[in-house]
């Protein structure tokens, strides 16, 4: 089940967006039963697994959840549901991009010049 979802006409991310006092944005949502953090700031934008993004940037996050410098914005803006759904678009077309094939014949002839493979 995809994390975006319709609700009154608008698009809803189950999630959270946070603004962060050093000029970044981040949102953690849920999508296709994954938790995921996407990353914007200084025109650049980027999506992680939630794990992996933690696993770098938590203590840090949680630091500056203390010191007052994140704010929880919600709903999720449009914009950023938008943003972030292409992001996700952009890495399923990377990732679903056809692999080179070596010709198998290729392969074969390699592997019967190795003594143990022939036949």
Not at 37 to 64: C, D, M, P, T
Not at 102 to 113: I, Y
Request: glycine share 8%.
């Amino acid at each position: 089940m995809n994390a975006i979802t319709e609700r009154n006409g608008m698009s809803v991310l189950n999630g959270n967006f946070l603004r962060l006092g050093t000029g970044r944005e981040i949102a953690i949502y849920f999508r296709d039963g994954m938790a995921w953090v996407a990353e914007f700031g200084k025109g650049h934008a980027q999506i992680h697994h939630a794990s992996a993004w933690l696993s770098v940037y938590g203590r840090a996050f949680v630091h500056a959840q203390r010191r007052g410098e994140v704010e929880i914005v919600s709903p999720t803006p449009v914009d950023i549901v938008a943003r972030i759904d292409g992001l996700h678009v952009a890495m399923d077309k990377k990732n679903d991009a056809p692999v080179i094939q070596r010709a198998p014949a290729k392969v074969t002839d390699a592997l019967a010049r190795w003594p143990h493979y022939a036949a």
